[in-house]
């Protein structure tokens, strides 16, 4: 080994050090021991009482591995419980746990840490998340092997607040197998320490004592402020009463000469129930996140962050009022919807009027909407009348196939498709075979929809042969175009419903008519059983006068 190559090593190291703070990620535990390398860097979290201490000497002035709960005992006898094994505060922030290798060892953030920015942790992925107000995610601790990093804002906002600092201890040490450029290991060897307003370190170059190679080695620690609280953007530090929010201006119609007339969409601005009108596929991304988001008859949630009311019951467009735009459609959003707004063609639906402005119930007129409401009824009264559900309940995994169900927002053929197949999912895939087996004469080899063809028979469901013909028209759709290369079978039953002429978003609307039509019937089935089965009252006459 040249000095040329330790020098270079203990540049880089250097650099790797002190620089930690200023990136955005900074690893708190990195521990890598190979044939050449022995590279250990761990994050303590160091009261300002002890900064003093900790860049007098290079030495490391507590062992993290000791940052345990413990007692201490003293000369004068007596003994004290430390949570965290000390009493001049220093505090864990990783925290090695070993278990004499009858189970895996492991590194664990504090708890108060995870706490403070309330991180979920993602086991898949191993990695911590933070879920922000508006329901976005970002990564705040990635773990690895051998390394665990920490976002450098959310260490620098949990320091402000817990007005300590982040010290970062290391030991790095590189073996070489020769001992080139140096005369001797006593006469090569090299110690300098340096001192810097928030690093100390030694660095060692020098022959190792058997002769058979060289090493350079560089340890001491680094220290990480956190930002002035004022700054931390952690309640009650976030709050400006002198700031006014930037409210995004959004289209609400044109002047005489066909101009975009605008506003801000503030909830305090004198024109709140100004309805803003958007093309309908701006709902696509909450309709394809449904385990964040929800979209529901009037109503659009994310969990239980935010949530607001729209129109959504007119297949042209969606709705929102300017002013819920403002008070309830976080700020991070507002860009995304404006993407989407477009210049009104009429008005609000009669559903969105007689609810917002004449405060009565309305039901949707919007076919996929109509259907999820009419199916979720019909599954409730189903099993509350027979014991047992028509349609089996969607695992977790397919639960999407019916909350992400609706009339394509374009008419592009993979939404299309995409529909279909959850459609399917819901209407064929689910038919509870085996309790309708009980309930018909059928060969035991008898496929979902005959038994159902032959249940709808048995039970004088009236047009039962169209609903059958519904039901092998959704399969033959999926089964030949959805699920698989489109042939020859496909293009049989895209011509039969109308695919090759009209727009794909009609076909769908008309199958969500067939499966309506199935629902309603299946749904007077119930009801029909359930006034044959009442009791007669025998009202007595009125009296002879």
Request: proline fraction near 4%; charge should be negative.
């Amino acid at each position: 080994m040249s000095n040329t190559h330790a020098e270079s090593f203990i540049g880089k190291m250097k650099q790797y050090i002190s620089e930690a703070g200023s990136r955005d990620w900074v690893d708190v535990y990195h521990r890598v021991r190979d044939e050449s390398d022995n590279l250990v860097v761990i994050g303590v979290l160091v009261p300002e009482s002890a900064v003093e201490d900790v860049l007098g000497t290079d030495s490391w002035s507590v062992q993290p591995a000791h940052l345990v709960p413990g007692c201490t005992g003293y000369s004068d006898g007596r003994v004290e419980y430390h949570v965290h094994g000390n009493e001049e505060g220093y505090q864990p922030l990783v925290v090695e746990r070993s278990f004499h290798g009858i189970k895996p060892a492991y590194q664990e953030i504090a708890e108060e840490f995870r706490l403070f920015h309330n991180l979920y942790f993602d086991a898949k992925n191993s990695k911590y998340v933070k879920i922000r107000d508006d329901g976005s995610e970002h990564d705040v601790i990635r773990i690895q092997q051998g390394t665990t990093s920490i976002r450098v804002v959310e260490i620098k906002q949990f320091l402000a607040i817990k007005e300590m600092r982040l010290g970062l201890f290391f030991d790095l040490h590189q073996h070489y197998p020769d001992t080139a450029g140096l005369a001797s290991a006593k006469s090569a060897t090299i110690v300098r320490t340096e001192h810097t307003d928030d690093l100390v370190y030694t660095s060692v170059i020098g022959g190792d004592a058997f002769g058979k190679g060289s090493f350079v080695r560089m340890f001491g620690k680094s220290l990480i402020r956190g930002f002035d609280k004022k700054d931390s953007d952690v309640w009650p530090y976030n709050e400006h009463e002198d700031e006014q929010p930037e409210y995004v201006n959004f289209v609400i119609g044109v002047d005489e000469r066909g101009r975009e007339q605008t506003l801000p969409c503030d909830p305090h601005g004198g024109n709140y129930l100004t309805p803003v009108f958007f093309r309908p596929d701006v709902l696509n991304r909450y309709y394809d996140n449904p385990s964040k988001y929800s979209v529901e008859d009037g109503y659009l949630r994310c969990c239980g962050l935010w949530g607001v009311r729209i129109d959504n019951d007119n297949q042209g467009y969606v709705s929102v009022f300017l002013g819920d735009i403002g008070r309830d459609i976080p700020v991070s959003e507002h860009g995304y919807w404006r993407s989407f707004n477009t210049v009104p063609s009429g008005g609000i639906s009669e559903t969105a009027f007689r609810r917002s402005f004449l405060a009565e119930f309305a039901d949707p007129t919007r076919k996929d909407l109509v259907f999820k409401q009419r199916f979720a009824t019909l599954q409730d009264s189903w099993l509350k009348k027979h014991g047992w559900a028509l349609f089996k309940p969607l695992s977790e995994e397919d639960e999407h196939c019916y909350t992400s169900l609706r009339i394509p927002a374009t008419a592009e053929q993979t939404e299309f498709d995409t529909q279909v197949m959850y459609l399917t999912k819901v209407l064929v895939d689910s038919l509870n075979e085996a309790e309708i087996a009980k309930h018909i004469a059928g060969t035991p080899n008898q496929k979902g929809i005959d038994k159902i063809a032959e249940y709808l028979k048995c039970q004088k469901v009236p047009d039962h042969d169209q609903h059958v013909e519904f039901l092998r028209d959704l399969q033959s759709l999926r089964s030949s175009g959805a699920a698989h290369r489109k042939g020859k079978n496909y293009e049989k039953v895209a011509k039969r419903l109308g695919l090759n002429t009209k727009d794909r978003r009609i076909v769908f609307d008309e199958l969500l008519e067939g499966a309506l039509s199935l629902v309603k019937a299946m749904q007077a089935l119930v009801e029909t059983r359930e006034s044959a089965q009442k009791p007669s009252v025998n009202l007595p006459h009125d009296p002879v006068s």
